[in-house]
């Protein structure tokens, strides 16, 4: 009986040896947050997302239609507004934060937003 329990304990301890490191957070307090981000297309989308997910980002969601993101992240790791400027590094202006033109720029022709073509 003692060798099944030092068994059962020993899986317990190496399963949660291996699960991911995000499955424990330090301290649980994760936050959510959604503002404006401009954009027209699915590369736009893309884009978006990845480039909001920067270190203390655990999901970004961005939607075409109302142009508002959903970050979900860790204020321990990371400030909202890290986040806005990493966006807006990639071309893509948010609420709070216009993207530099020459980043702009080098969006392809149809994630140029700001050209009268599309609502704003």
């Not at 893309?46 to 204020?75: C, F, Q, S």
Request: glycine share 6%.
């Amino acid at each position: 009986m003692k060798s099944l329990l030092k068994t059962i304990y020993l899986s317990i301890f190496v399963i949660t040896l291996f699960l991911p490191a995000k499955a424990y957070p330090v301290n649980g307090d994760v936050k959510t947050a959604d503002f404006k981000v401009e954009g027209v297309c699915g590369m736009c989308k893309d884009r978006i997302e990845n480039g909001a997910l920067i270190k203390g980002v655990k999901k970004a969601e961005w939607n075409k239609e109302t142009e508002m993101i959903t970050v979900i992240y860790n204020p321990d790791k990371v400030e909202l507004m890290d986040i806005h400027k990493a966006i807006a590094e990639l071309g893509h202006s948010t609420d709070k934060v216009k993207a530099e033109k020459t980043a702009y720029n080098k969006l392809p022709a149809c994630c140029q937003y700001d050209d009268g073509a599309h609502k704003h």
